[in-house]
């Protein structure tokens, strides 16, 4: 499974972004996804999971409400809406695929920068 990231970039507090990851290789053994990030000094932490069946998701309580998860099974691709956007969502996200063989695959991460 190969996963490229995009849509980060520089935005100022308030505002919104959407990030986007695209599957490819074996898509068919994925069973859920997710985005990660992680700050400068500090340990990367989940923001928010789906699962590639029932469309479940699951948010860090510090983004419920303000971003969303969605994937389009057809395209292969997850996206991450992000709205108001606050400094501290400063970091890069990284997408992460899990298949049913319990393998997980990460993308090579895409910085966001929220200005205050």
């Known amino acids: 499974v190969q996963l490229v990231e995009s849509g980060g970039g520089l935005v100022q507090a308030g505002g919104s972004l959407r990030l986007a990851c695209a599957a490819s290789?074996?898509?068919?053994?994925?069973?859920?996804m997710g985005w990660y990030r992680q700050a400068p000094g500090k340990q990367r932490e989940l923001v928010a999971g789906?699962?590639?069946?029932?469309?479940?998701?699951n948010y860090a309580d510090s983004v419920k409400g303000r971003f969303t998860i969605s994937g389009d099974n057809a395209k292969n691709t997850m996206y991450l809406q992000m709205n108001s956007l606050k400094p501290e969502n400063t970091a890069v996200y990284y997408c992460?695929?899990?298949?049913?063989?319990?393998?997980?695959?990460w993308g090579q991460g895409t910085q966001v920068t929220v200005s205050s």
């Open positions: 992460m695929a899990h298949t049913v063989q319990a393998n997980r695959y």
């Open positions: 789906i699962t590639t069946g029932a469309g479940s998701t």
């Open positions: 290789g074996s898509t068919f053994s994925i069973n859920a």
